[in-house]
Nanobody, 118 residues
């Protein structure tokens, strides 16, 4: 099982980035997906989530209207489009896959760094 994030980097405030998370080794279409982030000295926080079918999405208040989560089943990939980036968006961004409640199965990616600075 692998979740491989890419697309991170350094950008100026107001800029955009698109993160990708390529999944392999499990049934991607049956898993809900999330993006988390963790800034230095802070707890990991949920940024956005998308249901297995891609119908339902949810966002942290801090990113609503700026970030968009989407998924492409043909490529086993989930995306996070980030616009109007702010310095406080600086963090390591992690991809997370999960399925089930009682018998929960979940996987984490290794993370990709996003730095927003002038």
């Amino acid at each position: 099982v692998q979740l491989v994030e890419s697309g991170g980097g350094s950008v100026q405030p107001g800029g955009s980035l698109r993160l990708s998370c390529a999944a392999s080794g499990f049934s991607f279409s049956s898993f809900a997906m999330r993006w988390y982030r963790q800034a230095p000295g802070k707890e990991r926080e949920l940024v956005a989530g998308i249901s297995s079918a891609g119908v339902n999405t949810n966002y942290a208040d801090s990113v609503k209207g700026r970030f968009t989560i989407s998924r492409e089943h043909a490529k086993n990939t989930v995306y996070l489009q980030m616009k109007s980036l702010k310095p406080e968006d600086t963090a390591v961004y992690y991809c997370y896959a999960h399925r089930g409640v009682v018998n929960r199965i979940d996987y984490w990616g290794q993370g990709t760094q996003v730095t927003v600075s002038s």
